[in-house]
């Protein structure tokens, strides 16, 4: 069984950084993309950002587009999320998701999409 196992959560202070990492345990698989989703008390879940693992390409939800990057190490087969300028409002539990087949852009943003989710780690940002 796959699982993806998410670190680097905690607490961070309004426009400060942190750095979130996503690795997959347990038996090997290939992804077509890994991503991030986030989930604050009360709300949905909500598209944070995706990378496809094998060109590199990038998307990002509107709310972090100049602020978050999304990367991947081939050799750690590890997915990371930089948040810097962090704000309140990204206070939320993060989620590292995988789908393993072909999505395409316009469904590349959807909850339903992917397959394989961490736990989850906890963000809070002060401000």
């Known amino acids: 069984q796959v699982q993806l196992v998410e670190s680097g959560g905690g607490l961070v202070q309004a426009g400060g950084s942190l750095r979130l990492s996503c690795a997959p345990s347990?038996?090997?698989?290939?992804?077509?993309?890994m991503g991030w989703f986030r989930q604050a008390p009360g709300k949905e879940r909500e598209f944070v950002a995706t990378?496809?693992?094998?060109?590199?390409?990038?998307y990002y939800g509107d709310s972090v587009k100049g602020r978050f990057t999304i990367s991947r190490d081939y050799g750690k087969n590890t997915v990371y999320l930089q948040m810097n300028s962090v704000k309140p409002d990204d206070t939320a539990v993060y989620y590292c998701a995988s789908t393993p087949v072909f999505r395409s852009v316009l469904n590349m943003k959807a909850v339903v999409s992917y397959a394989y989710w961490g736990q989850g780690t906890q963000v809070t940002v002060s401000s």
């Open positions: 347990g038996r090997t698989f290939s992804s077509y993309a």
């Open positions: 990378i496809v693992w094998g060109s590199g390409t990038t």
